[in-house]
Nanobody, 121 residues
Framework: QIVEFGGGAVQTGGSLRLSCAAS????????VGWFRQAPGKEREGVSF???????SYSDSVYGRFTISRDNAKNAVHLQMDDLVPEDTAVYYC?????????????????WGQGTQITVSS
């Protein structure tokens, strides 16, 4: 299974770091994606890291969020800086066994339970 950590509340301009930790298997071999769903909106892709550690970001978070792999902790982190109220959402991590990843939900095989991020103005 995979579990997200690091959710919480922060003011505009603040930072948070989310972690996606795996148990029972190594994350090294998988693509890991971060998605979010705001109230009343569809879930959208935020960032992903392929199995070869190629990173990609949505336009809305490019330059503010950084995804990275931490093999020692068997985790993938999402560093979120310069947060704005529009970033408020439940954030999910997911893994893609093919290793390709992507910002669309198709292809992801396993999802975490989600963690809430709230950014106040």
């Amino acid at each position: 299974q995979i579990v997200e950590f690091g959710g919480g509340a922060v003011q505009t301009g603040g930072s948070l770091r989310l972690s996606c930790a795996a148990s029972g298997f190594r994350l090294d071999y998988y693509a890991v994606g971060w998605f979010r769903q705001a109230p009343g909106k569809e879930r959208e892709g935020v960032s992903f890291l392929s199995s070869s550690d190629a990173a990609s970001y949505s336009d809305s978070v490019y330059g503010r969020f950084t995804i990275s792999r931490d093999n020692a902790k068997n985790a993938v982190h999402l560093q979120m800086d310069d947060l704005v109220p529009e970033d408020t959402a439940v954030y999910y991590c997911a893994i893609d066994a093919s290793g390709n990843g992507g910002l669309r939900e198709e292809g992801y095989d396993l999802w975490g339970q989600g963690t809430q991020i709230t950014v106040s103005s």
